[in-house]
């Protein structure tokens, strides 16, 4: 992994664990009227719970936010290109969902981005042009049936997906499912 990559990686689990985009951050320490490293990555400490490593990078980044250096591109930006693009409102929606669970990592892989905690538990694949394929790792007594389809023919590394077309379909039993995952991955 390059350290670009690495980076990336770094601002999505920062991310993904607190809950808020850099953006965000950047207007704490903005708000706060605090400029020295040590302050700032003190204050994100205190005041918002951030582990030292985020508190630290979160710092780095707002103080090179005036550099000439280009915001890091997201990953995600490049599976909603083109025909996809419509499906980004959904993909947004229903990463919101996963990130009630709980802390996760995100990687990004050629054409989806992989969830995982301490094991992989999901990922999230934009398949079509109208269709968010739903990946998830399921305990094997989970059986398929209805909208909870076997991966067998999808994806080998997953048990089960879920089509995901509409908001609609973000509703109890994709939440009970992705619960499910997001446990059995611990």
């Known amino acids: 992994m390059d350290v670009d990559a690495a980076l990336q990686s770094q601002i999505r689990n920062i991310e993904a664990t607190y809950g808020k985009p850099l953006s965000h951050w950047f207007a704490v320490i903005d708000a706060s009227g605090l400029s020295k490293h040590n302050e700032v990555v003190a204050m994100l400490k205190g005041d918002h719970g951030l582990a030292h490593g985020a508190a630290h990078r979160v710092s780095l980044l707002a103080r090179q936010r005036d550099s000439a250096a280009p915001a890091p591109p997201d990953p995600t930006d490049a599976l909603y290109v083109g025909a996809k693009a419509r499906l980004r409102p959904l993909h947004d929606a229903l990463l919101g969902e996963i990130r009630t669970l709980g802390a996760f990592e995100i990687a990004p892989k050629k054409g989806y981005l992989s969830l995982r905690r301490r094991k992989q538990f999901a990922m999230v694949q934009p ?60």
């Open 127 to 186: 398949s079509t042009t109208s269709r968010i394929d739903l990946g998830l790792i399921l305990p094997p007594a989970t059986p398929a049936a209805g909208r909870l389809e076997s991966a067998a023919k999808f994806n080998p590394l997953f048990t089960h997906r879920v089509r995901i077309t509409a908001a609609t379909d973000l509703d109890d039993d994709l939440r009970g499912w992705l619960t499910t995952a997001y446990a059995f991955a611990e």
